[in-house]
């Protein structure tokens, strides 16, 4: 039976080749700017991830702390969920951080001793929101003298405006983005509606002469559907493959124009798993489209007398 | 096998059909006649529930067809088997396609489909046209396609709608000459014709209608001579 219903397809796609290639390449192109949109979604996602998760704030330690005295704050912060990623920084470490930024002069760091670099403790936090409300705790601490902020911030005059800059960003990116691929799967939806209403109406004969000699709902249902499964994975696949060459052909060339910003996983078999994460998404849609669209499109006909 | 019980169907204004009662034997071959507009498709097209009828009932096997849930009448009309004057194969398969759809509709299992089509193939001379699409075929070859797609799913009854309405005399003849074999296997067929020649050349059984009346059934009136001359 699944035979007659598989031939059937072939059958249909082979006579009106250019009504499933429209269809083909309606979904191809919606799934390929899907595919795009949900790869440019997650590297802004990394993009601000990067900002939020690299050491944000540095509280420099007075010169006569003690250990105790400085262990209290990194548990302190450590308990604190508000913070993560707490590193503490001994004058010996800033010394050497010092003499990695001088390493083309190396005169510079020849005339210091680590006495004059006073230990930090440096924290990112879960949140760029929480920023103004953890330095100002932190300041209050007897061992802190004062408080460094990473140029990402732009100091504590500007971090209001970081935080707000980045949010815009990243809800451009993902409510602008999310809009654009639900208005090309809408149109994606019409036009299979539509391929499939039309191959309905002109196999309405048929559909008649099927009903009258038994064929059940179902078995009239089933090549209509399937047909139109076929065009939608057909869609997903040229649309995933093609955005799939794209991103690999020009991965190489993200990473090095981003440089240390993870936009893209430097990782092949990471970005694979993203991508088969997006596959497996785009034929749950695509299934999605294809079955309401059909059997929508059947039940349009069905109706009529 | 078939009882129509006091059947009506009005269209609008139009009775098509008025308290018409008739049953019909397993393995009768009845040639249900009258003039264009009498009623005799809208008689066969309730007996396939296509149509309902406004009143009266029609017993398929013992059972109620008027009633049948819509779910289960694709279930009753794969027990009947049906020729339609314009004999409605599908243009897009070739003929054994055509007969293989009917296989698959009645889930029979695909290991029988081979000998069976052969089978109705065979049976009807149209061995040699299996391979050829429906606009490859003459009128006469189409009708025993569409013989043979309702006989390959080896029906209870045969409804057969004018199949010889678009022939002429001779592939007429040869056709019905086929539904005679079919029914001499024991398969009860229908047939609604206003063929005059066919009618007194094949009819045992001959049940006329006019203007949606029941006129003359052959058998009551047999019967009736029957109980009379007793």
Not at chain 1, 249 to 262: D, K, L, N, Q, R
Not at chain 2, 174 to 203: C, D, P, Q, V, W
Request: hydrophobic share 45%; charged share 25%; glycine share 6%.
């Amino acid at each position: 039976m699944k035979n007659i219903h598989i031939k059937s397809v072939a059958d249909h796609v082979r006579r009106s080749p250019f009504q499933a290639l429209s269809v083909v390449f309606v979904l191809s192109v919606s799934f390929f700017v899907a595919t795009v949109l949900s790869i440019l979604v997650y590297s802004s996602s990394q993009v601000i991830k990067y900002f939020e998760t690299r050491p944000q704030v540095i509280a420099f330690i007075k010169g006569d702390a003690k250990t105790e005295e400085i262990n209290l704050l990194k548990n302190k912060l450590l308990r604190d969920e508000r913070v993560k990623d707490v590193r503490f920084v001994s004058k010996e470490e800033a010394l050497e951080i010092y003499k990695k930024a001088t390493s083309d002069n190396p005169l510079l760091s020849e005339l210091v001793s680590p006495d004059i670099f006073p230990a930090s403790v440096e924290f990112s936090l879960t949140d760029l929101s929480y920023a103004e409300e953890v330095i100002g705790e932190v300041k209050k601490e007897q061992v802190v003298d004062e408080i460094g902020f990473t140029a990402s911030l732009g100091g504590e005059a500007g971090l209001t405006d970081a935080v707000e800059r980045l949010r815009s960003i990243s809800w451009y990116i993902r409510i602008g983005g999310g809009i654009f691929v639900t208005l090309l799967l809408t149109t994606s939806f019409v036009v299979l509606f539509v391929i499939i209403g039309m191959r309905v109406s002109t196999r309405r004969g048929e559909i008649k002469i099927l009903d009258l000699i038994g064929a059940t709902p179902s078995f009239i249902r089933s090549p209509i559907i399937l047909e139109a499964l076929t065009y939608s994975f057909l869609g997903v696949f040229i649309g995933w493959i093609s955005a799939l060459l794209l991103i690999l052909y020009s991965t190489p060339m993200v990473i090095s124009y981003f440089g240390e910003i993870p936009v893209l996983p430097s990782d092949t078999s990471r970005l694979l798993l993203i991508f088969a994460i997006i596959l497996a998404a785009e034929l749950l849609i695509g299934f999605f489209l294809a079955f309401t669209g059909s059997v929508l499109a059947v039940s349009r006909i069905r109706k009529k007398p | 096998m078939l009882e129509l019980i006091s059947v009506t169907k009005t269209f609008g204004r139009i009775k098509a059909v008025e308290d018409v009662s008739f049953s019909i034997d397993k393995g009768e071959f009845v040639f249900v006649t009258g003039p264009s507009g009498a009623g005799k498709t809208t008689i066969i097209k309730m007996i396939l529930r296509d149509l309902l009828p406004d009143s009266g009932q029609i017993l398929v096997a013992g059972k109620d067809i008027t009633d049948l849930p819509l779910k289960q009448v694709p279930f009753l009309r794969q027990k009947i088997g049906v020729v339609f004057q314009d004999f409605k194969v599908l243009p897009e398969k070739t003929l054994r396609e055509n007969i293989e759809i009917a296989l698959a509709i009645c889930a029979v299992d695909r290991s029988e489909w081979k000998d069976r089509v052969d089978n109705v193939l065979e049976i009807t001379n149209l061995t040699k046209r299996q391979k050829l699409f429906p606009s490859q075929l003459s009128g006469g070859e189409l009708q025993r396609a569409s013989l043979a797609r309702a006989v390959v799913v080896n029906p209870r009854i045969i409804l057969a709608d004018e199949p010889t309405g678009n022939l002429d005399w001779d592939t007429a003849d040869s056709i019905i000459e086929l539904f005679k074999r079919i029914n001499a296997e024991g398969k009860t067929i229908i047939m609604a014709t206003h063929h005059n020649l066919i009618i007194k050349k094949y009819a045992d059984r001959l049940i006329e209608i006019n203007k949606g009346r029941l006129v003359n059934d052959t058998k009551k009136k047999k019967a009736d001579k029957k109980d009379n001359t007793d």
